[in-house]
């Protein structure tokens, strides 16, 4: 079996036992990224200095050298989380030669662990959007069908996982950029409860919504690099504290809510899809039924409303002066050189930045910013009662299945129903993950795992328990 | 026609160490530009504000110092604008709005000897960075560079209401404030542009003109009072004062209007999601209450109480903590309040600079004057080894050279004539040489005091001037 397909738990113990070096696996999974990478173009940068990396693990384990529990492990890390010495572009223009003189936590972490950051991902620019079309260097493929989109922000991390291009990745989360690819790629993608994970050195779109997440083929996948990078940070005030240890249980008995809301809004294939997960769930013993979560109509002008307005303000300082691009400030005062430099944002930045501008705009921040945030509150006070019956609630991660390239890419607004489902997490500070939960005319569904505040162990343990008995399909044919 | 003057100060807090939101140093000055930046104050992306916790606490200091109302918790909230100097394009301050409050509103203080004045709010928020113009100006630069070693150091912001009438009152204010801050150990206020001054000004219910770019509190007083002025003047000639911003330039000591015209800016202002609440509580408040340091008005009344001088002395030698502590070290050197108490206030000070008190803050600058040496000089004119005149003149010496005052005594023996033979002798010799004066003297007053002035002048001082006019008067008498 090539090396490149195996899981990340696989990979640490084969090469920590010396049944192959990590040489030969990052070599393999290289070779594997030329091959796929034209038809996919999940990454915004790869790195041939992987294998010097891991050679050093290598030579570790045979000097007899303690190595972590990703020792070996490739991952790919977002093109929006600062890595030290490598290009952080998050697929901008605006950012296109800044190379962060430090690393972000989670990656420090991961590196810590003995895992080898093998590529920069591709995104929508700055995270903003669902498809990964907005990106300065081209749209990422789907892998099970190259002619559709992977899902965003995160399709370059999902995408590079699905087609076995490095075997775990790091996303980003905002309202639901990492479980959205996931879903339409077929692959395992967590968002975490706000503040488990570290935030220092991803770059910001909406900090009081986003986390990090992992991306990867299994459950335990998942687990594995979770456990790596969640926990308090001296770094970002606004991670809790204590370092959470997460494990694969078997666990049987869980109580489940079927979110009426999220399947009436999907499209009928993937509601079929969902059903059918549910049956599986209760097949194992769950207790299933259906309920509601009424709020959820709100929750996307909510979301978008202080997504917009911050991502106004953390985009400010791409003025060009201490890091971007070339452009001869010659000729230009300050302001028309802000100005000249910041026309360079993508068409959906500026859309995002000028909405968001205006609603925070005096007069209109009680109005618009305010009201968003008693959303907030009023979504996280229904769910928290939910979770009083309900150990998981449970829907479809999208409410459609992956589309064409290009279909929605001039409609923002229709482009923006997209994440109805996943938003709901996010504004609750809540965490939620998606598992493959099937194919329909050969395109993946994901289903949507919801848990209480800190109860990822509960969500990973009814995800492992579906996906034991579901055994879907993990990597396309390329 | 009324006056009314209010300000806002700024004032960094250099006593924090570091920076508001990285761990970077406060200490900026005279460092290679961009050489005190992180990450984090130079704003790049990913980066994170943390907290500064001794800041919270200097700000909650002043606020308590200034009688202000402290809330349970506080926010940090971003101010959006762009600005080259700014790495963020935006800057972390405080807001007073929706419920929320600085760390600091509706305090009270009163100085200059019973005056008040209210503070609407005291802030916490972080420094700019610097525009560093090529060729000394704006008007006379090409190009501009920019030095972020002083982005992100901590400020507090205080505004006042319009209390003040005058530009007397506006020094009088800031001398409190200044040692107000100087006791709580928040700032050296020596530092160049460590402590600054806006002021709003309005002259008979006209509009209001407010005045930036005081880098002084030396200079606000200054530019007050040029900014009524220039306002009078106006409304003598009936011409309507503009609302507007006006610019104080510091090298014509004049106010000027704003080259590029400021428009009302919307600063869009939001709670900083980086930054979780900061929860001061009742604990917070009562372990501050207790590390707080003595303040000026509280050592005001020690002094008076405890050392007996008198309220004009105290307050003259606490307006500079630099002054009431060297009053503070003499006593403990050698203990007699009043005395040394007042050849600081009185003496010493007439040989300090004045505009180099201005500029430095730092009262005995180039004067080799230290507490020691005041506690002898006290002593040795408590034990009459010398008379007044003779130690005023050992202190414009010793204040050149640094000697000890009982070494010049000894040296130049300065020590008082007290054997009356060689007393007597100095007075028959005057009496000699100034036969005119002598008989002018016996029917004018005035005339003994001339013979007086040389025997002084004779003995070099060392005379004991009481003993010697006695002497004089029987020699009169006696003729």
Known sequence: MALYTLDSGQVAAGVKGREFSAEEYIYQLLERIEKVEPKVNAFVSVRKEALDEARVIDKKIRDGEQVGALAGVAVSIKDNICTKGIKTTCASKMLETFVPPYDATVVKRLRDVGAIVIGKANLDEFAMGSTTEFSRYGATRNPWDISRVPGGSSGGSAASVAALECTVSLGSDTGGSVRCPASFCST????????????????????????????????????????????????????????????????????????????????????????????????????????????????????????????????????NVRYGFDLDPEGYEWNSYFAKARSNFGEEVKRRVIVGSYVLSSGYYGKYYLKAQQVRSLIKRELKALFKKYDILIGPTMPILPFKIGEKIADPLRMYLVDIDTVVANLA???????????????????????????????????????????????PDL | METKIGLEIHCQLTGAKSKLFCRCSCDYRGKAP???????????????????????????????????????????????????????????????AYDITSIGVEGRIEYGGGKNARIRRVQLEEDPGRLVYEGGSMEASVYALIDYNRAGVPLVEIVTEPDFADPKEVRLFLDKITSIIEHLGLCDTKLEGSVRCDANVSVGGGNRV???????????????????????TMASRDIEVRSETRHWDDARK?????????????????????????????????????????????????????????????????????MADFFESAIEIYSSPKEIANWIVTDLMSFVDERKKEQERSLFLGLKIGPEHIADLAKLVDQDMINRATAKQILGQIVRTGEMPSEVAK?????????????????????????????????????????????????????????????????????
């Open chain 1, 188 to 319: 395992v993608g967590l968002k975490p409860t706000y503040g488990l994970i570290s935030r220092y050195g991803l770059v910001s779109y909406a900090n009081s919504i986003e986390q990090i997440g992992p991306i990867g083929r299994t459950v335990s996948d998942v687990v594995l690099v979770l456990n790596a990078i969640a926990g308090a940070d001296e770094n970002d005030h606004t991670t809790v504290g204590g370092k959470p240890a997460h494990s694969l249980r078997q666990r049987k008995g869980l109580r489940v809510g079927l979110v009426r809301e999220f399947i009436e809004g999907a499209e009928p294939r993937v509601a079929k899809v969902i059903h059918k997960a549910a049956d599986t769930l209760a097949k194992q013993g769950c207790g299933c039924e259906e309920t509601s979560l009424a709020s959820v109509q709100y929750a996307l002008a909510s979301y978008y409303t202080i997504a917009m307005a911050e991502a106004s303000s953390n985009l400010a300082r791409y003025d």
């Open chain 1, 429 to 475: 500070g809540m965490p939620a993950m998606s598992v493959p939960a099937g194919f329909t005319d050969g395109l993946p569904v994901g289903l949507q795992i919801m848990a209480d505040e800190f109860q990822e162990q509960t969500m990973l343990d009814a995800a492992y328990l579906f996906e034991q008995a579901a055994k879907v399909q993990r990597s």
């Open chain 2, 34 to 96: 961009n050489a005190n930046i992180c990450p984090i104050c130079s704003g790049l992306p990913g980066t994170l504000p943390l907290v500064n916790q001794k800041a919270v606490e200097f700000a909650g200091m002043i606020s308590f110092a200034l009688d202000c109302k402290v809330p349970d918790e506080i926010a940090f909230y971003r101010k959006n604008y762009f600005y080259p100097d700014l790495p963020k394009n935006f800057q972390l301050t405080q807001y007073n």
């Open chain 2, 210 to 232: 407010e005045i930036k770019n005081v880098s002084s509190f030396a200079d606000a007083e200054k530019a007050v009072r040029y900014e009524i002025t220039r306002q009078r």
């Open chain 2, 254 to 322: 004049v106010t000027k209007e704003s080259r590029s015209k400021e428009e009302e800016q919307d600063y869009r202002y939001f709670p900083e999601p980086d930054v979780p609440a900061v929860v001061l509580g009742t604990e917070f408040v009562s372990s501050l209450r207790q590390s707080m340091p003595e303040l000026p008005d509280a050592r005001k009344e020690r002094f008076v109480s405890k050392y007996g001088l008198s309220a004009h002395v105290a307050q003259v030698l606490i307006d500079n903590k630099h």
């Open chain 2, 411 to 479: 040296k130049t023996e300065a020590g008082k004539i007290d054997d009356a033979g060689a007393l007597a002798q100095a007075v028959e010799i005057v009496f000699k040489s100034e036969q005119a004066a002598v008989q002018d003297a016996k029917h004018n007053p005035n005339a003994a005091n001339f013979l007086l002035g040389k025997v002084m002048q004779l003995t070099k001082g060392r005379a004991d001037p009481n003993a010697a006019l006695e002497m004089i008067h029987t020699r009169l008498n006696e003729a």
